[in-house]
């Protein structure tokens, strides 16, 4: 059945693990040009010919390829639908997919888009990208959480707060991915609505005052506080669990109100051009079975947000999407300097 799974890289390579420091400006514009590359470097129509039947799918996944490729071939061996899967580079995600559908929307490619955090995916609802009626769901949730080196640091002498990072004793041992790209992003939003804007401006000057180490993605944070290049980290829960199975020193801190939970989405595009095997595939992901799949495989960490008990983040999406161009403006404006 492999040669009937079909995979379309993006962007060639995962992100790498060299810190950014006073080069981030520099470095941030070269991802900036990446995510628009990754829209120019779209296959043309032409190169789907073979996926006219109603039993092909093509679907743009943010979720990370080595757990999406699994579900994708359980859901060809159940229907003997054929998937295209076109994958996001982890530095971007899931802002290259997310300007790919915006570009395409006169004449959509796609006919899934598979997230992995809910911020991109609400707007493009807003875009009016997805079809008009059950365009789009959640399913299982991660979390964001402060990961630790265990080596270098216990778990009770860890900040409870992220806004203890700023402290001194936090200067040049933290690690997280850039703010403007994926769940950091999606969380650095939220924690603005959460603080106010003179707190959460402050905590981000704090965080380049205190010379955080911005990398290439979540993953990248894990393994650089596994390697204790950096004592602590802000990350996604799934991040630390493939941590923890390549053996590597690291925990997370306990959900609190800062903790974001990131539910995976799944939408059907407007104008798909295969809405039937697109119907088919937008039920499987949110099919019980799969989901546990993706929790035993530290994809995901629960089946459902509304299963938490702890208190956590409450986002208010659509104050969230309209300040959405502004909060990115000031991000720029602090860590850009």
């Not at 693990?17 to 129509?45: C, E, K, N, Q």
């Not at 995600?93 to 991109?120: I, Q, S, Y």
């Not at 997280?176 to 401006?201: K, S, V």
């Not at 990131?262 to 949110?286: M, S």
Request: net charge neutral; charged share 25%; proline share 4%.
């Amino acid at each position: 059945m492999r040669e009937e799974f079909i995979t379309l890289k993006a962007c060639e390579g995962r992100g790498g693990d060299v810190p950014v420091h006073s080069a981030f400006g520099r470095r941030f514009w070269i991802l900036g040009l990446i995510a628009f590359a990754l829209v120019a470097a779209m296959p043309p129509a032409a190169s789907y010919a073979g996926a006219k039947g109603k039993g092909q799918v093509i679907a743009y996944c943010a979720q990370d390829q080595e757990y999406a490729e699994p579900i994708l071939r359980g859901f060809y061996e159940e229907t003997g639908i054929k998937v295209r899967a076109v994958y996001d580079n982890e530095a971007v995600k899931t802002v290259g997919l997310a300007n790919r559908l915006l570009a395409e929307r006169r004449h959509p490619r796609c006919d899934v888009f598979w997230g992995n955090e809910e911020m991109r995916t609400r707007q493009l609802a807003a875009e009016h990208v997805f079809r008009e009626t059950n365009g789009w769901a959640a399913f299982g949730y991660r979390s964001r959480r402060i990961v630790v080196n265990t080596n270098r640091l216990s778990l009770a002498a860890a900040p409870r707060s992220l806004l203890e990072l700023t402290n001194a004793a936090w200067r040049g041992k933290l690690a997280l991915a850039y703010p403007q790209f994926g769940t950091t992003a999606t969380h650095f939003h939220a924690l603005r609505q959460h603080w106010g804007d003179e707190l959460w401006r402050a905590w981000c000057r704090g965080l380049v005052a205190n010379k955080a180490l911005l990398l290439d993605g979540n993953s990248v944070v894990v393994k650089m506080v596994g390697r204790g290049e950096a004592w602590i980290g802000l990350t996604d829960s799934d991040d630390i669990a493939s941590g923890q199975e390549e053996s590597q020193p690291v925990a997370p801190m306990p959900m609190s109100e800062e903790t974001l939970l990131i539910p995976n989405t799944v939408a059907v595009v407007r104008g798909a051009p295969h809405p039937q095997a697109a119907q088919r595939l937008f039920e499987y992901l949110q099919k019980r079975a799969v989901i546990q799949e993706l929790i035993d495989a530290h994809a995901l960490e629960g089946p459902s947000v509304g299963l938490v008990s702890t208190s956590t983040l409450k986002v208010n999406w659509d104050a969230l999407l309209r300040d959405l161009k502004d909060t990115t403006a000031e991000l720029n404006r602090i860590l850009l300097r």
